[in-house]
């Protein structure tokens, strides 16, 4: 439990991603991160260090650029509180495809923000009005679009952006610092064998960053494509792979998982 006077915060941790104490905290700036960078060691040698933990790169960034804009050269599943006590602003951040839910609403002048939409129902003055458009949207499509939530008085922080709260004035702006326009179109329009083979590349690379030989792998195995692509394209490691199927003993998925 974190508490100034001016914010007050709360972390929750199950010690395997993060087991840090948090917030970070150098000189009056702090930093809350649930999740983690697939890119950590790249972003370590940018800042000329190494063994930096997540929040603690995050917060070095920040010192060399606090216009936010280095949040795009970061590859992860993350959202972070940054709060500058001597500006007094807090900024919630989400990744770049907003895959760590972060959601926010304001109650008498204050920012309140939480990884899971129940917690605002502890707030007295909360209202978990059901939001007619979110019901509609689940009903019609599974799922919610953009910053819709179930409840009217709350919203989800969009992917790829930056939430700046004032404080002290008590007004709060929307920074977008990626989207999908910025990734760059080829310079040379190839036939299809060479696009395959460059989108074949660009999966393996994504996947060995996301299995760092230090740490364990855990993979859910089912009898779909995916799951098997993933699997096959994973780097050669001296540990072992974890894999965990969900179904019936005789079903297709634990048949040709296995």
């Known amino acids: 439990v974190f508490n100034d006077n001016l914010v007050s915060a709360g972390r929750i941790h199950n010690a395997i991603l993060q087991p840090q104490a948090q917030p970070c905290t150098r000189a009056d700036t702090y930093v809350w991160l649930d999740g983690e960078f697939y890119n950590q060691d790249e972003l370590c040698a940018s800042l000329g260090r190494s063994e930096l933990s997540a929040p603690e790169i995050l917060l ?126 080829p310079l040379n329009q190839s036939g299809e064998d060479v696009v395959a083979e460059e989108m074949g590349e660009l999966f393996k690379s994504a996947i060995r960053h996301r299995c760092r030989t230090h740490e364990d792998v855990g993979l859910t195995l089912s009898g779909g494509l995916d799951s098997r692509s993933i699997l096959a394209a994973m780097p050669e490691r001296d540990a072992p792979i974890k894999a965990l199927t969900f179904g019936e003993p005789d079903c297709d998925d634990v048949r040709f998982a296995t």
Do not use: C
């Open 60 to 185: 070095a960034l920040f010192e060399q650029s606090s216009d936010f804009s280095f949040l795009g050269d970061i590859d992860g599943l993350y959202s972070a509180v940054l709060y500058e006590a001597d500006r007094q602003q807090v900024h919630l951040i989400s990744d770049r495809y907003g895959l760590r839910y972060l959601y926010w609403t304001l109650q008498e002048g204050a920012l309140v923000w939480s990884s899971e939409l129940k917690a605002f129902t502890a707030l007295s003055g909360f209202k978990a009005d059901i939001n007619p458009v979110a019901v509609r949207q689940y009903i019609d499509i599974g799922y919610m679009l953009e910053d819709t939530t179930w409840f009217e008085a709350a919203e989800l922080l969009p992917s790829g952006s930056v939430l700046s709260f004032d404080i002290g004035g008590g007004y709060h702006s929307l920074y977008r610092y990626w989207w999908w326009d910025q990734i760059p179109e």
